[in-house]
C-alpha cells in the first residue's frame, strides 16, 4: 500500500535554530498538507499546498512558516527560528483530491522537540 | 466555541461492551464528516466516513444529525484492539478548487479491557 514518508521521525533543535521538516507524499497525489499535534492536544491544520503554492493556510502558519515542493517528490515545511512552543508532533499528508476528504494518508509524523 | 468538540473520556469498558461517543460541530455549512482512529503517538487514521443517513462498517455505526450539527460513533462488541483515541472530524466547507482541510477534535479515549 501506498505510504506517505516523513523524515526524521525525531528531531531535537535548539530554541532559534531552523529546522525543515521532510515529506515524500504519494506520487499521484495532487494535494499536500502538514498538520502538527502538541503533546495532549488535538491535531491541527498548518497548510494545504496545491500546484505548487499555497491553498489554504491557518493562523498558526505565521511568517516563520513557510512550504516548499523543491523536486517535485518532497514537500517540505521549514520553522525559521524554532520556539519552545512550536514542540509538537508534525503529520505531513497528501489526496489525489476528488475524495471529498476520504482520500487523506497522513504520514507517521516527525516529533519535533525544542530544547 | 470550539469548532469540533467532543467528550475527552476516558472510556473505560470491558470486552464485549457497547460504547458510544458523541461530537458537535460549530459551522453549520460543514460538508463532510469523519471518524478518526488515533492510536497512541501515531499517525490518525480514517475509521470511517459518516453520512446522514447512517452508515455502518462491521461493528461500527456512525450518525449524523445536520439540524443538531452533532456526530455520533457507536462501537458493538468492543474488542481489546479497539482500545485508542477516537476523533470527530470536519471538513468546513468547499470552496473554489480547495480540497478543504480536516478540523479535528481533540479526541475521546476508549480503553478496552479483558
Known amino acids: 500500500e501506498p505510504e506517505v514518508t516523513q523524515t526524521p521521525s525525531h528531531q531535537v533543535t535548539q530554541m532559534g535554530q531552523e529546522v525543515i521538516l521532510r515529506c515524500v507524499p504519494i506520487?499521484?497525489?495532487?494535494?499536500f498538507y502538514w498538520y502538527r499535534q502538541i503533546l495532549g492536544q488535538k491535531v491541527e491544520f498548518l497548510v494545504s499546498?496545491?500546484?505548487?503554492?499555497?491553498?489554504?493556510k491557518s493562523e498558526i502558519f505565521d511568517d516563520q512558516f513557510s512550504v516548499e515542493r523543491p523536486d517535485g517528490s518532497n514537500f517540505t515545511l521549514k520553522i525559521r527560528s524554532t520556539k519552545l512552543e512550536d514542540s509538537a508532533m508534525y503529520f505531513c499528508?497528501?489526496?489525489?483530491?476528488?475524495?471529498?476528504?476520504?482520500?487523506?494518508?497522513f504520514g507517521s509524523g516527525t516529533r519535533l522537540t525544542v530544547v | 466555541r470550539k469548532e469540533v468538540e467532543q467528550d475527552p473520556g476516558p472510556f473505560n469498558v470491558p470486552e464485549g461492551a457497547t460504547v458510544a461517543f458523541n461530537c458537535t460541530y460549530s459551522n453549520s455549512a460543514s460538508q463532510s464528516f469523519f471518524w478518526y482512529r488515533q492510536d497512541c503517538r501515531k499517525e490518525p487514521k480514517l475509521l470511517m466516513s459518516v453520512y446522514s443517513s447512517g452508515n455502518e462498517d462491521g461493528r461500527f455505526t456512525a450518525q449524523l444529525n445536520r439540524a443538531s450539527q452533532y456526530i455520533s460513533l457507536l462501537i458493538r462488541d468492543s474488542k481489546l484492539s479497539d482500545s485508542a483515541t477516537y476523533l470527530c472530524v470536519v471538513i468546513p466547507a468547499w470552496y473554489g478548487g480547495s480540497q478543504g482541510n480536516l478540523i479535528f477534535g481533540k479526541g475521546t479515549k476508549l480503553s478496552v479491557k479483558p
Open positions: 506520487s499521484n497525489h495532487l494535494y
Open positions: 499528508a497528501s489526496s489525489p483530491g476528488g475524495g471529498g476528504g476520504r482520500d487523506y494518508t
Open positions: 499546498f496545491y500546484n505548487n503554492e499555497i491553498s489554504e
